[in-house]
Protein backbone atom coordinates (compact mmCIF):
# COMPACT_ATOMS: atom_id res chain seq x y z
CA UNK A 1 0.00 0.00 0.00
CA UNK A 2 3.30 2.39 -0.07
CA UNK A 3 2.69 3.17 -3.59
CA UNK A 4 -0.84 4.40 -2.80
CA UNK A 5 -0.30 6.17 0.63
CA UNK A 6 2.14 7.89 -1.26
CA UNK A 7 -0.29 8.95 -4.26
CA UNK A 8 -2.86 10.49 -1.89
CA UNK A 9 -0.40 12.14 0.12
CA UNK A 10 0.76 13.67 -3.61
CA UNK A 11 -2.53 14.38 -4.14
CA UNK A 12 -2.94 16.08 -0.51
CA UNK A 13 0.04 18.14 -0.90
CA UNK A 14 -0.63 19.28 -4.66
CA UNK A 15 -4.39 20.22 -3.73
CA UNK A 16 -3.34 22.77 -0.71
CA UNK A 17 -0.46 24.29 -2.83
CA UNK A 18 -3.29 24.22 -5.42
CA UNK A 19 -5.58 26.47 -2.70
CA UNK A 20 -3.06 28.49 -2.17
CA UNK A 21 -2.70 29.53 -5.47
CA UNK A 22 -6.45 29.81 -6.09
CA UNK A 23 -6.30 32.61 -3.43
CA UNK A 24 -3.63 34.86 -5.35
CA UNK A 25 -5.18 34.55 -9.12
CA UNK A 26 -7.62 36.40 -10.80
CA UNK A 27 -11.28 34.68 -11.92
CA UNK A 28 -10.42 35.04 -15.52
CA UNK A 29 -6.80 33.09 -14.88
CA UNK A 30 -8.81 30.50 -12.91
CA UNK A 31 -11.09 29.80 -15.61
CA UNK A 32 -8.14 29.58 -18.21
CA UNK A 33 -7.00 27.05 -16.26
CA UNK A 34 -10.40 24.98 -16.01
CA UNK A 35 -10.67 25.07 -19.89
CA UNK A 36 -6.91 23.99 -20.21
CA UNK A 37 -7.63 20.80 -17.91
CA UNK A 38 -11.02 19.75 -19.85
CA UNK A 39 -9.10 20.11 -23.59
CA UNK A 40 -6.27 18.19 -21.59
CA UNK A 41 -9.10 15.78 -20.37
CA UNK A 42 -10.59 15.30 -23.63
CA UNK A 43 -7.01 14.44 -25.48
CA UNK A 44 -6.24 11.76 -21.99
CA UNK A 45 -9.54 9.85 -22.98
CA UNK A 46 -9.49 10.19 -26.61
CA UNK A 47 -6.03 8.59 -26.31
CA UNK A 48 -6.78 6.00 -23.79
CA UNK A 49 -10.22 5.13 -26.32
CA UNK A 50 -8.29 4.23 -29.10
CA UNK A 51 -6.59 1.48 -26.62
CA UNK A 52 -9.64 -0.85 -27.75
CA UNK A 53 -9.51 -3.75 -29.86
CA UNK A 54 -13.01 -4.32 -30.13
CA UNK A 55 -15.51 -1.34 -30.82
CA UNK A 56 -18.42 -3.44 -30.34
CA UNK A 57 -17.59 -4.92 -26.17
CA UNK A 58 -17.46 -0.62 -26.01
CA UNK A 59 -20.14 0.04 -27.19
CA UNK A 60 -22.45 -2.74 -25.39
CA UNK A 61 -19.91 -1.69 -22.38
CA UNK A 62 -21.26 1.66 -22.16
CA UNK A 63 -24.77 1.26 -23.38
CA UNK A 64 -25.45 -1.38 -20.46
CA UNK A 65 -23.82 0.34 -18.16
CA UNK A 66 -25.30 3.53 -18.78
CA UNK A 67 -28.89 1.72 -18.08
CA UNK A 68 -27.38 0.08 -14.68
CA UNK A 69 -25.99 3.26 -13.63
CA UNK A 70 -29.51 5.46 -14.17
CA UNK A 71 -31.35 2.60 -12.92
CA UNK A 72 -29.65 2.91 -9.58
CA UNK A 73 -28.53 6.80 -10.16
CA UNK A 74 -24.94 6.52 -9.07
CA UNK A 75 -24.56 10.32 -9.43
CA UNK A 76 -27.36 11.28 -7.12
CA UNK A 77 -25.61 8.83 -4.63
CA UNK A 78 -22.12 10.41 -5.22
CA UNK A 79 -23.74 13.99 -4.67
CA UNK A 80 -25.37 13.80 -1.49
CA UNK A 81 -21.89 12.11 -0.33
CA UNK A 82 -20.21 15.05 -1.66
CA UNK A 83 -22.46 17.46 -0.14
CA UNK A 84 -22.13 15.84 3.35
CA UNK A 85 -18.45 15.84 3.36
CA UNK A 86 -18.71 19.48 2.61
CA UNK A 87 -21.38 19.97 5.04
CA UNK A 88 -18.51 18.34 7.83
CA UNK A 89 -16.19 20.71 7.05
CA UNK A 90 -17.79 23.50 6.32
CA UNK A 91 -17.04 24.55 3.19
CA UNK A 92 -18.92 27.59 1.04
CA UNK A 93 -17.10 26.29 -2.06
CA UNK A 94 -19.93 26.01 -4.90
CA UNK A 95 -17.61 23.65 -7.27
CA UNK A 96 -16.84 21.38 -4.19
CA UNK A 97 -18.96 18.20 -5.59
CA UNK A 98 -17.49 19.08 -9.18
CA UNK A 99 -14.19 19.54 -8.21
CA UNK A 100 -14.22 15.99 -5.74
CA UNK A 101 -15.67 14.22 -8.77
CA UNK A 102 -13.85 15.46 -11.23
CA UNK A 103 -10.27 14.63 -9.36
CA UNK A 104 -12.11 10.90 -8.69
CA UNK A 105 -12.35 10.29 -12.34
CA UNK A 106 -9.07 11.93 -13.51
CA UNK A 107 -6.91 9.94 -10.90
CA UNK A 108 -9.05 6.40 -11.11
CA UNK A 109 -9.69 5.77 -14.63
CA UNK A 110 -5.97 5.21 -16.38
CA UNK A 111 -4.38 2.17 -17.06
CA UNK A 112 -1.51 3.10 -14.77
CA UNK A 113 -3.81 2.65 -11.28
CA UNK A 114 -4.54 -0.98 -12.16
CA UNK A 115 -0.97 -2.01 -13.26
CA UNK A 116 0.67 -0.03 -10.74
CA UNK A 117 -1.39 -1.61 -7.99
CA UNK A 118 -0.59 -4.95 -9.71
CA UNK A 119 2.98 -4.33 -9.48
CA UNK A 120 3.18 -3.51 -5.65
CA UNK A 121 0.44 -5.88 -4.87
CA UNK A 122 2.78 -9.00 -5.91
CA UNK A 123 5.31 -7.91 -4.26
CA UNK A 124 7.49 -5.54 -6.43
CA UNK A 125 8.76 -1.52 -6.22
CA UNK A 126 5.82 0.72 -6.55
CA UNK A 127 7.07 2.18 -9.64
CA UNK A 128 4.47 3.03 -11.62
CA UNK A 129 2.31 4.74 -8.64
CA UNK A 130 5.03 6.93 -7.83
CA UNK A 131 5.25 7.88 -11.47
CA UNK A 132 1.58 8.17 -11.70
CA UNK A 133 1.75 10.03 -7.90
CA UNK A 134 3.87 12.69 -9.69
CA UNK A 135 1.32 13.12 -12.58
CA UNK A 136 -1.83 13.20 -9.93
CA UNK A 137 0.40 15.69 -7.81
CA UNK A 138 0.89 18.28 -10.77
CA UNK A 139 -2.91 17.37 -11.72
CA UNK A 140 -4.14 18.47 -7.87
CA UNK A 141 -2.47 21.91 -8.17
CA UNK A 142 -4.26 22.53 -11.45
CA UNK A 143 -7.42 21.30 -10.25
CA UNK A 144 -7.76 22.40 -6.99
CA UNK A 145 -6.49 26.16 -8.20
CA UNK A 146 -9.70 26.04 -10.74
CA UNK A 147 -12.24 23.95 -8.29
CA UNK A 148 -11.12 24.14 -4.89
CA UNK A 149 -10.91 21.98 -1.64
CA UNK A 150 -13.23 19.68 -3.13
CA UNK A 151 -10.34 17.91 -4.98
CA UNK A 152 -8.91 17.18 -1.92
CA UNK A 153 -11.03 14.95 -0.96
CA UNK A 154 -10.96 12.43 -4.05
CA UNK A 155 -8.28 10.80 -1.80
CA UNK A 156 -11.19 8.96 -0.38
CA UNK A 157 -11.96 6.74 -3.16
CA UNK A 158 -8.55 6.83 -4.73
CA UNK A 159 -7.53 4.88 -1.93
CA UNK A 160 -10.68 2.54 -1.78
CA UNK A 161 -10.32 1.63 -5.57
CA UNK A 162 -6.54 1.57 -6.03
CA UNK A 163 -5.66 0.30 -2.77
CA UNK A 164 -8.13 -2.44 -3.25
CA UNK A 165 -6.75 -3.43 -6.06
CA UNK A 166 -3.17 -3.36 -4.12
CA UNK A 167 -4.73 -5.27 -1.59
CA UNK A 168 -6.42 -7.88 -4.43
CA UNK A 169 -3.69 -8.12 -7.05
CA UNK A 170 -2.56 -11.93 -6.43
CA UNK A 171 -5.92 -13.06 -6.83
CA UNK A 172 -6.82 -10.77 -9.75
CA UNK A 173 -3.48 -11.01 -11.34
CA UNK A 174 -4.33 -13.95 -13.42
CA UNK A 175 -8.56 -12.92 -14.31
CA UNK A 176 -6.98 -9.15 -15.72
CA UNK A 177 -5.06 -9.82 -18.69
CA UNK A 178 -3.04 -7.50 -21.17
CA UNK A 179 -6.70 -7.57 -23.30
CA UNK A 180 -8.47 -6.86 -20.81
CA UNK A 181 -6.80 -4.14 -19.17
CA UNK A 182 -6.87 -2.64 -22.58
CA UNK A 183 -10.34 -2.74 -22.99
CA UNK A 184 -10.87 -1.15 -19.79
CA UNK A 185 -8.68 1.69 -20.54
CA UNK A 186 -10.42 2.33 -23.37
CA UNK A 187 -13.41 2.47 -22.15
CA UNK A 188 -12.30 4.79 -19.15
CA UNK A 189 -11.38 6.99 -21.85
CA UNK A 190 -14.54 7.28 -23.25
CA UNK A 191 -15.80 8.43 -19.88
CA UNK A 192 -12.80 10.83 -19.68
CA UNK A 193 -14.44 12.41 -23.01
CA UNK A 194 -17.38 12.35 -21.16
CA UNK A 195 -15.91 14.55 -18.19
CA UNK A 196 -13.79 16.64 -20.42
CA UNK A 197 -16.98 17.55 -22.50
CA UNK A 198 -18.82 18.22 -19.07
CA UNK A 199 -15.55 20.85 -18.12
CA UNK A 200 -15.94 22.56 -20.95
CA UNK A 201 -19.76 23.01 -20.35
CA UNK A 202 -20.22 22.11 -23.97
CA UNK A 203 -23.36 19.88 -22.44
CA UNK A 204 -23.97 18.26 -18.74
CA UNK A 205 -23.32 14.40 -18.88
CA UNK A 206 -24.05 12.15 -15.54
CA UNK A 207 -20.84 10.21 -15.95
CA UNK A 208 -20.59 8.63 -13.04
CA UNK A 209 -23.86 6.85 -13.87
CA UNK A 210 -21.73 5.42 -16.88
CA UNK A 211 -19.06 3.86 -14.32
CA UNK A 212 -20.96 0.44 -14.27
CA UNK A 213 -19.94 0.05 -18.15
CA UNK A 214 -16.10 -0.09 -16.08
CA UNK A 215 -17.40 -3.33 -14.75
CA UNK A 216 -19.47 -4.54 -17.84
CA UNK A 217 -16.34 -4.59 -19.68
CA UNK A 218 -14.43 -6.35 -17.68
CA UNK A 219 -17.19 -9.69 -17.83
CA UNK A 220 -17.85 -8.82 -22.15
CA UNK A 221 -13.79 -8.75 -22.81
CA UNK A 222 -13.48 -12.28 -20.07
CA UNK A 223 -16.36 -13.49 -22.24
CA UNK A 224 -15.54 -12.83 -26.00
CA UNK A 225 -11.83 -12.11 -26.08
Given at each position: ???????????????????????????????????????????????????????????????????????????????????????????????????????????????????????????????????????????????????????IFSV??????????????????????????????????LLLI????????????????????????????????
Amino acid sequence: MQGTLINAGAVIIGSIIGLVIHSKLPKNITTRVFQGIGLFTLFLGIHMATKTSNFLIMIFSIVIGSIIGELIDIDKLVNRFSEWLKEKVKSKNENFSNGFITAFLLFCMGSMTILGAFEEGLGGAPNLLLAKSVLDGFSSIALSASLGIGVIFSVIPLLIYQGGLTLFAASLQNFFTEIIINELTAVGGLLLIGLGINILEIKKLKILNMIPSLIIVVILAYLFL
